[in-house]
């Protein structure tokens, strides 16, 4: 059976058979190009200030751009072909873990919540209530009737300049009955007595009545020890540094001084956090906004030490940023020790942030040190 080629004048066909190799080299060079791609993010992310920068392109990706090679693969011939596929399947081996899928969805979930069980609510609020009508933006917090808020950016942002919001007497007419923590702009509120508040990584630093801007500079875990009936849970509420602002310009120097800076900061963030997690052998919950997928390096040690509470959700693909959509990074998480988890959920907040609300209910497993 003769080809579109052989029937085509000798020039002609020559041309169509260059184009032939010119496309399936084209898909070769792509196909080495994400291998490597894939192989030094392994390497260098949560290890290298620079990477930082790839480290932003949406997890989803390691799972896309190895289907879109597959079906590429038609353009090419021969020994280019079987490069091509085999560079494809190692990287897609290589890079699914980092996909965000999380194949636990398929099961049922957590075993069903026991009577007694705790409900936590963690949300990036985006500025409190500064851009928003307060009675909307309390009552959609007062609607899940959670046992325990951990609430980030309990602040308002005027002229690019972060600024200290008291709504103390407001939250607790709001909440009445609960406990309140606040360090910076994160805030903790619980139905459960809080028994201690211990300062964590760069926090340490701060004196027992830091400015605010010293308490939001340097205080992104605040740490509060909750008494649950017999038990006493550490629970960790998060904000990690950004690394980026969307209106930095990347080809300027001090973008990268700037960079540097944060990661850093950040670095400094997460490592005192696990050293607090390495020495505490209570029931852990640690939740916020952790601004870091879970393709990115510095999340490995909370994923080695701790347990994610989306393993008993029902999303395959869980994305929290941004809420309006689509909402293509993970950036919000709930991690849990020596605790049932029992659902999980990504809410919508109704407009009032970037950050999708998370929800989960847990129970304790035994008795925790006291």
């Given at each position: 059976m003769s080809t579109l080629s052989d029937?085509?004048?000798?020039?002609?066909?020559d041309a169509v058979r260059r184009g032939g190799k010119r496309r399936g080299r084209l898909v070769a060079a792509a196909a080495?190009?994400?291998?490597?791609?894939?192989?030094?993010?392994?390497?260098?992310?949560?290890?290298?200030?620079?990477?930082?920068?790839?480290?932003?392109?949406?997890?989803?990706?390691?799972?896309?751009?190895?289907?879109?090679l597959v079906a590429a693969l038609p353009?090419?011939?021969?020994?280019?072909?079987?490069?091509?596929?085999?560079?494809?399947?190692?990287?897609?081996?290589?890079?699914?873990?980092?996909?965000?899928?999380?194949?636990?969805?398929?099961?049922a979930g957590g075993e069903p919540p026991p009577p007694g069980s705790i409900r936590l609510v963690s949300w990036n609020t985006e500025y409190w209530d500064q851009d928003d009508d307060p009675e909307r933006f309390y009552g959609l917090l007062k609607a899940r009737n959670a046992d325990v808020y951990v609430l980030q950016e309990y602040l308002n942002w005027v002229d690019g300049t972060p600024r200290r919001v008291d709504e103390q007497a407001r939250l607790r007419r709001e909440f009445?009955?609960?406990?309140?923590?606040?360090?910076?702009?994160?805030?903790?509120?619980?139905?459960?007595?809080?028994?201690?508040?211990?300062?964590?990584g760069p926090a340490r630093s701060l004196g027992p009545r830091p400015p605010w801007d010293s308490a939001f500079a340097l205080g992104k875990v605040l740490r509060t020890d909750l008494r649950i009936g017999p038990s006493i849970v550490s629970l960790y509420n998060v904000h990690i540094p950004t690394q980026y602002m969307l209106d930095e310009n990347p080809f300027a120097s001090r973008f990268y001084t700037a960079l540097r800076?944060?990661?850093?900061?950040?670095?400094?963030?997460?490592r005192g956090l696990e050293e607090d997690l390495a020495g505490?052998?209570?029931?852990?919950?640690?939740?916020?906004?952790?601004?870091?997928?879970?393709?990115?390096?510095?999340?490995?040690?909370?994923?080695d030490r701790l347990s994610s509470a989306d393993r008993a959700g029902d999303s395959l693909m869980p994305t929290s940023w941004p809420a309006d959509g689509p909402a293509l990074w993970r950036l919000?998480?709930?991690?849990?020790?020596?605790?049932?988890?029992?659902?999980?959920?990504?809410?919508?907040?109704?407009?009032?942030s970037d950050h999708r609300m998370q929800e989960t209910r847990l129970s304790v497993k035994g008795g925790g040190g006291a």
């Open positions: 029937r085509l004048a000798p020039g002609r066909r080495t190009a994400w291998l490597v791609f894939v192989v030094l993010h392994l390497l260098l992310s949560g290890r290298f200030w620079l990477w930082l920068v790839p480290d932003l392109v949406p997890p989803l990706v390691y799972l896309a751009v190895p289907l879109l353009l090419t011939r021969g020994r280019a072909r079987l490069w091509c596929a085999g560079a494809t399947a190692v990287a897609f081996a290589l890079g699914a873990g980092q996909s965000g899928l999380d194949p636990a969805a398929l099961r009445p009955g609960y406990h309140i923590a606040v360090q910076g702009e994160l805030v903790t509120l619980s139905r459960f007595p809080i028994v201690s508040t211990v300062p964590v800076g944060r990661a850093a900061a950040r670095q400094a963030q997460f505490n052998h209570r029931p852990v919950v640690v939740a916020g906004d952790f601004n870091s997928t879970g393709a990115m390096g510095e999340m490995r040690g909370l994923f919000d998480w709930i991690f849990t020790a020596s605790l049932a988890v029992h659902d999980y959920r990504l809410l919508d907040p109704r407009g009032m």
